[in-house]
Nanobody
Framework: EVQLQASGGGLVQAGESLRLSCAAS???????????IGWFRQAPGKEREGVAC????????CYSDSVKGRFTISRDSAKNTVYLQMNSLKPEDTAVYYC??????????????????????WGQGTQVTVSS
């Protein structure tokens, strides 16, 4: 079964940057490039929301309006890893960030922002805290 390991969270001040990593493993019958990956976040008392997605085969991406222009999702197929570069962080970006994967890439890339129910595999979260 696919396993995802998110890392890179931390405490930063507003305006600073962080890069999150999502390392994937455990593919059975499929390769890394056949999946789509989404990044989601959940703040206390709020619903989990999608912020970015990427097709691992062609690198096409999507972003929610709240992070467009500040966050960049990318992949390194040699390392089976997806990154979320977060710049110009704001206090409202404070949340637990999760990465998720699914094989239905064509569907995933049509859903902007990413929809949590479309993803089958989830990693544990990594906390991002942005102080003002």
């Amino acid at each position: 079964e696919v396993q995802l390991q998110a890392s890179g969270g931390g405490l930063v001040q507003a305006g600073e940057s962080l890069r999150l990593s999502c390392a994937a493993s455990g593919f059975t019958g499929f390769t890394f490039d056949e999946y789509g990956i989404g990044w989601f976040r959940q703040a206390p008392g709020k619903e989990r929301e999608g912020v970015a997605c990427i097709s691992l085969s062609d690198g096409s991406t999507c972003y929610s309006d709240s992070v467009k222009g500040r966050f960049t999702i990318s992949r390194d197929s040699a390392k089976n890893t997806v990154y979320l570069q977060m710049n110009s962080l704001k206090p409202e970006d404070t949340a637990v960030y999760y990465c998720a994967a699914d094989l239905s890439v064509e569907t995933l890339m049509k859903l902007i922002p990413p929809v949590r129910y479309e993803y089958d595999y989830w990693g544990q979260g990594t906390q991002v805290t942005v102080s003002s």
